[in-house]
């Protein structure tokens, strides 16, 4: 794994963020409902991990994967 720390990396969160791009090829695969559960399961988990370190994700086309600081009000 890493070095624990008491934030998360930007770097590290891009390329967690990468994994995101995993699962939407998956949209039009056929999978079973216990397996289509865990995988959503796993996708939010992702998201969470980059939303609780400030972070959105936003898909940029052909550019790939961008993360951005969210600013709470």
């Known amino acids: 794994m890493g070095i624990i720390s008491d934030k998360t ?5 891009l390329e967690i963020a990468k994994a995101l791009r995993v699962f939407q090829s998956l949209e039009f ?3 079973s409902a216990g397996d289509s559960v865990r995988i959503a399961h796993a996708e939010h988990i992702i998201r ?4 609780n370190n400030g972070y959105g ?3 940029a086309g052909k ?4 993360i951005n600081k969210i600013n709470i009000r």
Request: net charge positive.
């Open 9 to 13: 990396e930007r770097k590290a969160l």
């Open 29 to 31: 695969l056929c999978i």
């Open 57 to 59: 994700v936003r898909f």
């Open 48 to 51: 969470d991990v980059i939303a």
């Open 63 to 66: 550019r790939g994967i961008r």
